[in-house]
Structure formats: structure tokens, C-alpha cells
């Protein structure tokens, strides 16, 4: 038990170095100056607007949290679940692999709370498939909602958008249709899956997908500086660069997402815009999240002394 305790708290440690290297890292492949040019080159009106739907993005996550507890069968106030989502993905969007970085930190937060290591892992797998149902659920009503026959920024013409987005939409609408026939849980080997009852399925689905979309509408925000772009064509965009980047695995999707959005968008000028991204989604929230993860340790092992000295006397 010791051990496992040490061994979190390395964790914890080495992702906070890493997240540190990577701001280093991420900044130093632009110049101040062109770092400047790029957030100048875009209206304040625009910042803020994709600043106010990053916000409301980082509050739909700490909506996965609140309906996993409840999942896990250990529900808790909307502020621990909060703290403890803003904490764990502040640091794990930038690091990558959320199931050890992320997922780490949740643990900390959620045993202290009173959840078992079952329980916490019940909560990571819940909002996994989240994202998973937002991302699908965005992408096909992206591809549906598209109008006119000619190509989108995909290079998809009416028909095919129109098969791909029915395709995006099968899984979330299978999740449900599981969810609200299937009684026992689904075991696959050594995989055992419990559906989640029908209203926490669907506020997975609404919830997950608002998530995303706020996202898009971030970036939407900020391209709107450089390209006549369209929501609906940034959401597509968008969708595919992070499933590219979750499936690269590299710590947050750090030169994937840009590669992907440059290679989909129609001018290399919306480099500013993604650059003014990754600001205000990864380093601002990184910047808070790390100080805030250092603080409610400290706390909680200061409260844990306190505790240990009364009960000695």
C-alpha cells in the first residue's frame, strides 16, 4: 500500500515536469514575435468569444465526472467533482495518455473522497466512452447537417457525408439501444462492461457532444480571423484532427491537431488561429491546474497530520 502510494505520487511528479517540459517545448517552436503577430492578427472580440467557449467546454468535462460518481455509485458535490475533473485534464490534455496521466491525478482526488480504486477506475472508463459518444455524435451531425453539393473542407461530396455521418451516429445510437435494452452486464473475456442506466447514457451522449462542439466553436472563433470557414466545416475538421491525435498518442496532440487542421483548412494563415488555440485550451488551464494540483496536496497531507496528531493524543 505504501508502495502504490509512493509510486502515484512519482507519477504525479513526473507529469507535472513533463507538462512543464512541454509548454517549454510547444512555445519554443515560435518566436515571441510571431506568437504575438498570431494572437494580434485576431479580433479581441474573437479571443474572448472562443475564450467563453473554452470555459463552458472545461465545465461540460467536469459534467463526465459528475455522472461518472453516480455510475461508480458514489456520487459527490458538483464542486469535488469539478476540482477534481479541472485538475486531472488541465494536466492530462497536455501530457496525453489520460489513463495514466489524468487518471492519476482522479485517483488521488477520488480515494480521498471516499472511492475504491474499482470505483475510480469505473469513473475513467465512464468518461472514456464519453468522449467517445461525443466525438461520433458531433461528427455525424456535422457530416448531416452539411448543406449543398459540393465539396466540404474533407473533400467529401454530399453522398459521402452523408454515409459517413450515418455510420458516426450508429455507435451512440447502438450505446443507447444497449443501454436501455440490456439488463446484465456484458462480459467479453475479461472485460466486464455494466450499461449505465438510460438517463445517464443519454446525459453522456448531450453532454459529451456539447463538449466537443464548444470546442469547435473555439476554434471557429478564432479562424474566423483568417477563413470564411463555416461551423459545420470546423466541426468536421476538428472531429478528425483529435480522433488523429488521440490515436498518435503524443502528449496533447502536440503538432497532430495543427498538422491535421493545416492539412484539411484552406490557408496556411490560420496557423496563428491554432496557435491562439492550444494557448487557451492546453496552457492557460495547465498554468491553473498545476498550482491548484500542488495546493490541495499540500492541504490534504496537511489535514492528514493534523488528523494523525489528534488521534496519537
Same mark, same amino acid.
Given at each position: ?16 515536469c ?7 517545448r ?20 474573437r ?23 453516480? &455510475?461508480?455509485?458514489?456520487? +459527490? ?13 488541465? !494536466? ?22 471516499? /472511492? ?16 467517445? $459518444? ?18 466540404? $473542407? /474533407?473533400g #467529401? ?17 447502438? &450505446?443507447?439501444l444497449?443501454?436501455?435494452?440490456v ?5 467479453v473475456?475479461?472485460w ?11 446525459g ?5 457532444? +456539447? ?10 472563433? /478564432? ?7 463555416? %461551423? ?5 475538421? &476538428? ?7 488521440? !490515436? ?8 497532430? /491537431? ?15 488561429? +491554432?496557435?491562439?488555440?492550444?494557448? #487557451? %485550451? ?32
Amino acid at each position: 500500500m505504501i508502495a502504490r502510494r509512493h509510486l502515484f505520487k512519482i507519477l504525479i511528479g513526473a507529469a507535472i515536469c513533463l507538462a512543464a517540459f512541454l509548454v517549454y517545448r510547444s512555445l519554443g517552436r515560435y518566436t515571441m514575435d510571431e506568437i504575438e503577430e498570431s494572437v494580434r492578427s485576431i479580433a479581441g472580440i474573437r479571443l474572448a468569444a472562443a475564450f467563453f467557449f473554452v470555459i463552458l467546454s472545461y465545465l461540460c468535462l467536469g459534467g463526465f465526472d459528475a455522472l461518472a460518481v453516480r &455510475y461508480a455509485g458514489k456520487p +459527490l458535490p458538483l464542486r469535488q467533482t469539478s476540482l477534481a475533473s479541472f485538475t486531472a485534464l488541465s !494536466i492530462g490534455h497536455n501530457v496525453g495518455l489520460a489513463a495514466l496521466s489524468s487518471g492519476a491525478v482522479r485517483y488521488r482526488f477520488y480515494t480521498r473522497w471516499g /472511492l475504491t480504486g474499482e470505483d475510480v477506475a469505473k469513473v475513467i472508463v465512464f468518461c472514456g466512452v464519453t468522449v467517445g $459518444l461525443g466525438l461520433g455524435t458531433l461528427a455525424g451531425l456535422a457530416l448531416l447537417l452539411q448543406r449543398g453539393d459540393a465539396p466540404d $473542407l /474533407l473533400g #467529401l461530396d454530399h453522398g459521402a457525408r452523408l454515409t459517413i455521418g450515418l455510420v458516426c451516429l450508429t455507435g451512440p445510437v447502438a &450505446y443507447l439501444l444497449i443501454c436501455a435494452l440490456v439488463r446484465r452486464p456484458l462480459v467479453v473475456r475479461k472485460w466486464r462492461f455494466e450499461p449505465p442506466a438510460m438517463p445517464l447514457a443519454l446525459g453522456q451522449v448531450v453532454i459529451g457532444t +456539447l463538449n466537443f462542439a464548444c470546442v469547435a466553436a473555439s476554434i471557429q472563433q /478564432l479562424l474566423a480571423s483568417f477563413t470564411e470557414a463555416g %461551423y459545420l466545416d470546423v466541426a468536421g475538421a &476538428y472531429v478528425t484532427a483529435n480522433i488523429a491525435a488521440l !490515436i498518435s498518442h503524443v502528449p496533447g496532440g502536440l503538432g497532430v /491537431l495543427e498538422a491535421t487542421m493545416l492539412g484539411i483548412l484552406p490557408t496556411s494563415a490560420s496557423i496563428g488561429a +491554432l496557435v491562439a488555440f492550444r494557448v #487557451l %485550451y492546453f496552457f492557460v488551464p495547465l498554468i491553473v491546474g498545476v498550482p491548484t494540483l500542488l495546493v490541495t496536496e499540500a492541504y490534504y497531507r496537511h489535514r492528514g497530520g493534523k488528523f494523525l496528531e489528534q488521534t496519537v493524543m
